[in-house]
């Protein structure tokens, strides 16, 4: 299939929730002290997207994909069952800003960043791309089919700037 033949398919991915598809996708999610991870198989050229707001589970029996620690390991896990192979992985981080002056929210922005760097390297996935940190949210647009992000930085985001385009409607 060519790439200007493929019918990509539209999501909104919210924090807390993981995407994958084997069909072209495009994702896009909103992050401020969230973090955003896209793990790309380039063999089979797919992918998918975790986004999640804290980084580790306290407990077993909280532990949802709201929690990074879950979040991208279940990823790397979905990925896995679907055929891939760690070493053809790539994963991009996005997220994990410090908006607030708060010092729990940098705590929280630090520590998003810090878990998905962590399990990357601890399954050996190879980081390709971040775009991480500072005082201004993302809105990161993902492509499964070609893996490519585009990532727009504001400092206020407001709901009706962001796909899908709503006009303050759900």
């Given at each position: 299939?060519?790439?200007?033949?493929?019918?990509?398919y539209e999501?909104?991915?919210?924090?807390?929730?993981?995407?994958?598809?084997?069909e072209?996708?495009?994702?896009?999610a909103?992050a401020?002290?969230?973090?955003?991870?896209s793990?790309?198989?380039?063999v089979?050229?797919?992918g998918?997207v975790?986004?999640?707001?804290?980084?580790?589970?306290?407990?077993?029996k909280?532990?949802?994909?709201?929690?990074?620690?879950?979040?991208?390991?279940?990823?790397i896990?979905?990925?896995?069952?679907?055929?891939s192979?760690?070493?053809?992985?790539r994963a991009?981080i996005?997220?994990?800003?410090?908006?607030?002056?708060?010092?729990?929210?940098?705590k929280?922005?630090?520590?998003n960043?810090?878990?998905?760097?962590?399990?990357f390297r601890?399954?050996?996935v190879?980081?390709?791309?971040?775009?991480?940190?500072?005082?201004?949210?993302?809105?990161?647009?993902?492509n499964t089919f070609?893996?490519?992000?585009?990532?727009?930085?504001?400092k206020?985001?407001?709901?009706?700037?962001?796909?899908?385009?709503?006009?303050?409607?759900?």
């Amino acid at each position: 299939m060519k790439k200007e033949e493929v019918q990509l398919y539209e999501y909104y991915l919210k924090p807390g929730y993981i995407f994958l598809n084997r069909e072209p996708s495009v994702i896009s999610a909103v992050a401020g002290s969230c973090v955003v991870v896209s793990l790309w198989d380039c063999v089979e050229e797919y992918g998918g997207v975790a986004h999640y707001q804290y980084p580790v589970a306290d407990s077993n029996k909280g532990a949802t994909p709201r929690y990074g620690n879950v979040a991208v390991t279940c990823l790397i896990r979905m990925l896995t069952e679907e055929g891939s192979k760690i070493e053809n992985m790539r994963a991009q981080i996005f997220g994990g800003a410090a908006a607030h002056d708060s010092k729990e929210c940098s705590k929280v922005a630090r520590e998003n960043i810090d878990i998905a760097r962590s399990i990357f390297r601890r399954f050996k996935v190879r980081i390709v791309s971040e775009d991480v940190s500072g005082d201004v949210g993302r809105k990161v647009v993902y492509n499964t089919f070609s893996n490519e992000a585009i990532v727009f930085k504001a400092k206020t985001l407001r709901r009706e700037d962001w796909y899908p385009y709503t006009n303050g409607r759900e």
